[in-house]
């Protein structure tokens, strides 16, 4: 079984084919976010990447708004108001001919990292800021702190989005990346927290204390091996495009 992962950015767009085990089978592929980012120029970009990964069996796909039964319900760094109920899941089902599961980019991620047990969280950083919650294992859909407000008049994502990071340098983003985490900190209290996304690779020397840990962007598309065979991912399964008899999305392992 193989699981063609794609992971929605706002800068790129990246594919790859995992393998049952979470192996990638495939070299992964990237393209720039084409501008504007309008559905149909999004599709072509994925239909590309998708026709250079060989053979798969089905579709995950992470991207970076809110997603509810396969159906776009906002894309604020893409081209936001063409996205509103884009239905991207039977869409590509259609141009791929396989099942296809969409989900938010950041839960996709987190998904390929968590534990399974207790609290955990999720924070992506690229174009914008990613969030997932995860509770035993079990993903909790659509919450956009990103957009919630935090300091001086700014959301999250707009004190640590990589516009910011470019306009007041690495070194002060860190610092602010800090204040998230301690924010989250306390409001949450999580068991684990994990910091992935593009710019994750500029903190891989940062020591966050506790509980925290910076993951690979690649855990961006295994994660999409697991949209699949979480069974504890109830909330998904209307996701499912499954043709009937099709899939078999059995219990969870646990790490
Ligand atoms: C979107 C989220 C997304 C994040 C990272 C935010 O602007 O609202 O849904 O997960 O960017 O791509």
Known sequence: MRTLCVDVGGAGIKALVVGAGGEARTERARVPTPRPATPEAVLQAILGLAAGQGHYDRV????????????????????????????LADVLHRELG???RVANDAGVQGLGVVQGHGTEVVVTLGTGMGFGLYIDGRYVPNIELGHHPFRKGQSYEERVC??????????????????VVEQLRHTFNFRELYIGGGNARL?????????VRVVDN????????????????S???????????AGSPGRPARR
């Open 60 to 87: 995950s796909v992470g991207f970076p708004g809110v997603v509810e039964d396969g159906v776009i319900g906002t894309a604020v760094n893409l081209d936001g108001e063409e996205w509103v109920g884009y239905p």
């Open 98 to 100: 396989r099942p296809v």
């Open 162 to 179: 990589e516009a910011e990071r470019a306009k007041i340098g690495t070194k002060r983003w860190r610092k602010r990346v800090h204040q």
């Open 203 to 211: 903190l891989a020397e940062e020591d966050f204390g506790e509980r």
């Open 218 to 233: 690649v855990a961006g598309l295994i994660g999409g091996l697991r949209l699949w065979s979480d069974a504890d991912v």
């Open 235 to 245: 909330t998904l399964d209307d996701l499912d495009r499954v043709p009937a008899g």
